[in-house]
Nanobody
């Protein structure tokens, strides 16, 4: 099992930036990907981005592409989600998740079912 903790959420004004951190511990040697998801009030949880453990390649949902960026520190088992030019539509609880599955297509890592372990989430609120 992999344990995950998200930090870095908070209140930010429209147009501002935040950096979320996902720290993994436990059986991290069997991870294939770390994903970020978000759930806005009254909406279903949606995939935001993921980073593949093997080579660090990443992808993003269309709604955040060009505004969000991923990076990682493999020594610290940490993944960072940098969020720029935030708008009210980005307000949500953000979750990171760990996948211990090797999937046929990387695009599947944008789906909740691809993940085995989840963090408790961190609230991001974009409001003036």
């Amino acid at each position: 099992q992999v344990r995950l903790v998200e930090t870095g959420g908070g209140l930010v004004q429209p147009g501002g930036s935040l950096r979320l951190t996902c720290t993994a511990s436990g059986a991290t040697q069997v991870l294939y990907a770390i994903g970020w998801f978000r759930q806005a009030p009254g909406k279903e949880r949606e995939g935001v981005s993921y980073i593949r453990n093997r080579d660090g390649s990443a992808d993003f949902a269309e709604s955040v592409r060009g505004r969000f960026a991923l990076s990682r520190n493999t020594v610290k088992n940490t993944v960072y989600l940098r969020m720029n030019n935030l708008g009210p539509e980005d307000t949500a609880v953000y979750y990171c998740a760990a996948s211990r599955r090797l999937l046929l297509s990387d695009s599947y890592y944008m789906n909740e079912w691809a993940y085995d372990d989840w963090g408790p989430g961190t609230q991001v609120t974009v409001d003036s």
